[in-house]
């Protein structure tokens, strides 16, 4: 039986080991690797990696209605780009999310659209008894927590083009976890919105210190968080320190990993001297255990 030209021509490139109808490049080195995981469990932080040995001429990364632009950094002679990107158990659903990226490259684009699943987690209710006024406040004070209300939800959606963290993250205190992330809070037998972000134990004047490199953003006291602080780490991922007894720096200061930033204290609506710690994630309010326990390449699985 003879062959066609063309038929053999066919059967030689289908026969290329590791050679693909998704493959669009003849060499292995001008690829481009995407890295992110399938799924996530809701609340969780998670990463998007790109590698090129070609240098990026404009990169883009589309979740949950937010684009931006990760930077990149050189490392083995590759060009490396890595986005951390968050699940908050207040604003997102479980199921199927899309994940889009797009990356140009001498001239050329390639997109990928990839679907991130967020898988569902039972969270543990907490009672909480507080004071009436913390729980319902007076009509005078409801003007105030707007505004304040105004200035964090623009601080968290800050964005700076230079990425300054680095994995794992630092601790801000040596206190044991008083309350993890999700729980089901009820407020004087009120239920609440979930917590977003950790507590951890830490007597009056306990210092606490940053995640991470970054500079501060907003020191201010506030009617529910009392003296806070916000950090900007770079690329969307602030993180916020509340119930502060006193800031050891001022809007406008860089800040290092492991620096002292301020004390603890229960200014605000506390039960007791403690800190919360939560992390904003391109807006979103993530769980920040994950990020004091795992590397990069397990925040990528």
Do not use: C
């Not at 003849?26 to 481009?32: K, L």
């Not at 230079?162 to 999700?182: A, D, E, I, M, N």
């Not at 710690?277 to 807006?283: A, F, H, R």
């Amino acid at each position: 039986m003879s062959i066609r030209p063309w038929a053999a021509v066919l059967i030689v490139f289908l026969m290329i080991p590791g050679l693909s109808q998704a493959d669009t490049s003849t060499d292995d080195r001008e690829a481009i690797v995407l890295a992110h995981p399938k799924q996530v469990d809701m609340g969780q932080p998670f990463l998007v990696r790109l590698t090129s040995v070609q240098a990026f001429d404009r990169l883009s990364v589309n979740w949950m209605e937010q684009e931006f632009t990760p930077s990149v950094s050189q490392w083995n002679d590759r060009h490396v780009a890595i986005a951390m990107l968050g699940t908050d158990v207040l604003t997102l659903k479980p199921g199927r999310h899309t994940l889009l990226v797009r990356a140009w490259t001498g001239g050329k684009e390639t997109v990928w659209k990839r679907s991130v699943i967020i898988v569902a987690r039972a969270f543990p209710r907490q009672d909480l008894n507080l004071p009436s006024k913390m729980v319902t406040p007076p009509v005078a004070e409801l003007e105030r927590i707007k505004r304040e209300r105004t200035r964090t939800r623009k601080a968290k959606k800050t964005w700076s083009a230079q990425r300054l963290w680095q994995l794992p993250f630092h601790k801000p205190v040596k206190g044991k976890t008083t309350s993890v992330y999700g729980l089901q809070r009820v407020l004087n037998g009120k239920p609440k919105n979930p917590h977003r972000g950790m507590d951890f134990r830490a007597p009056t004047g306990t210092g606490v210190e940053a995640v991470a490199d970054g500079r501060v953003i907003l020191a201010e006291a506030h009617y529910y968080a009392g003296s806070s602080l916000y950090i900007d780490h770079g690329n969307g991922v602030i993180s916020l320190y509340f119930h502060l007894s006193k800031f050891d720096v001022v809007q406008g200061d860089l800040v290092k990993k492991g620096q002292m930033i301020g004390r603890s204290g229960s200014t605000g609506r506390a039960t007791g001297p403690h800190l919360h710690l939560s992390i904003s994630v391109q807006g979103q309010l993530v769980d920040p255990a994950p990020l004091f326990e795992k590397t990069t390449d397990q925040l990528l699985r």
